[in-house]
């Protein structure tokens, strides 16, 4: 009976911590994130995935493949951090390992195009 009751105190107290600590951090974090997430969902919208789906047809899919999976040493696309734009417009713009560098050849609203189709298709926050 003591060790139940001993049981019961412990379980108690853990979810007493737990639920003090849940509520602290979100606050934190929604601070910090919440600006960013909702400038990127506006980078999500049907008619820019559709431009950068056209565009990814024409100048990606040869290397990267039609689910983005890669293969011959490219990138997995659906893997790419939806917090980090900038390392994919610098990737597109400056070139990576065996990607060329697209720079004077795409604008920045061509690779924003393109950021918004690759980020609908997946990506990791």
Do not use: W
């Given at each position: 009976?003591?060790?139940?009751?001993?049981?019961?105190?412990?379980?108690?107290?853990?979810?007493?911590?737990?639920?003090?600590?849940?509520?602290?951090?979100?606050?934190?974090?929604?601070?910090?994130?919440?600006?960013?997430?909702?400038?990127?969902?506006?980078?999500?919208?049907?008619?820019?995935?559709?431009?950068?789906?056209?565009?990814?047809?024409?100048?990606?899919?040869?290397?990267?493949?039609?689910?983005?999976?890669?293969?011959?040493?490219a990138f997995d696309l659906r893997m790419f951090p939806l917090h980090d734009r900038d390392r994919f417009f610098n990737s597109v713009t400056n070139g990576k390992r065996a990607m060329p560098p697209w720079k004077g050849i795409l604008t920045d609203e061509d690779i924003a195009f393109l950021w918004s189709y690759v980020g609908s298709r997946g990506g990791t926050l």
């Open positions: 009976m003591k060790i139940r009751k001993l049981i019961y105190l412990i379980s108690g107290m853990l979810l007493c911590i737990l639920a003090a600590l849940t509520l602290v951090a979100p606050v934190q974090a929604e601070e910090e994130v919440a600006a960013p997430l909702n400038e990127r969902m506006a980078e999500f919208t049907p008619d820019r995935i559709q431009k950068g789906r056209t565009m990814y047809k024409q100048l990606c899919l040869r290397c990267h493949g039609p689910e983005m999976v890669g293969g011959n040493n």
